[in-house]
């Protein structure tokens, strides 16, 4: 089963809202990254927090870890239109460069 | 600064062609290469990865096969295409060593017919 694993699904909020979206995962973890993909393009990586950080922030995102319930959230703040895009949670597997995906929450940031 | 390049961008081929999609890499030295498949709407699934020149390791048994003849080239390819083998293709690296963030391509959309 996937190691990383997002909710919700989808997320469609007007313009200048607040995004919220979390990442759960199963095993202990080195660190967590956030990613970015718009539409039929490459991802792009966003923020990464390691597992001895509680929080960390990018411009207007904001990244929590909670080791002990095992999950992450990702809070964009003055949402854009141009937020609009699918953002996924990604861990390393074992230590051994490989790391694994969450499906994704597709975020909607309506004008 | 460093670059990642695929090609070609969309392709489109019969059952039973053969495949062959190109990743090369600019200004960084013996990186960590990936092969990942998306299928629409979900999550990325590694197919492949490689941590030197002729090493590569596969994560799922397929019709698939990857090379890496040089230090920043990464190559998918297929003797015989299935239909199930659509989807976003995506390249990446990540520094050696560290296998931290990775950096992707801009990825190749592959429709068999």
């Known amino acids: 089963s996937q190691q990383g694993e997002e909710d919700p699904q989808a997320l469609s909020i007007q313009e200048g809202e607040n995004a919220t979206m979390n990442c759960s995962y199963k095993?202990?973890?080195?660190?967590l990254q956030w990613y970015r993909q718009n539409s039929g393009r490459g991802l792009v990586h966003l923020i990464l927090?390691?597992?001895n950080e509680r929080e960390k922030h990018s411009g207007r995102l904001r990244v929590t870890l909670d080791t002990s319930k095992k999950s992450s959230s990702l809070l964009i703040t003055a949402s854009r239109a141009a937020d609009t895009a699918s953002y996924f949670c990604a861990t390393e597997k074992n230590s051994n460069y490989q790391l694994i995906w969450g499906a994704g929450t597709k975020l909607i940031i309506k004008p | 600064s460093q670059t990642i390049h695929q090609w070609p961008a969309t392709l489109v081929q019969p059952v039973g062609s053969p495949l062959s999609l190109e990743c090369t890499v600019e200004g960084t030295s013996n990186p960590n290469l990936y092969w990942y498949r998306q299928a629409a709407g979900r999550g990325l699934q590694l197919l492949f990865y490689s941590v030197g020149i002729g090493q590569i390791s596969s994560e799922v048994p397929q019709n698939l096969s990857a090379s890496r003849p040089q230090d920043r080239q990464f190559i998918l390819s297929s003797k015989k295409l299935l239909l199930s083998d659509s989807g976003f293709y995506l390249c990446?690296?990540?520094?050696?060593?560290?296998?931290?963030?990775?950096?992707f391509g801009p990825g190749t959309r592959l429709l068999v017919l």
């Open positions: 095993t202990s973890i080195n660190n």
């Open positions: 990446a690296w990540s520094v050696p060593g560290g296998g931290e963030t990775q950096y």
């Open positions: 927090i390691r597992s």
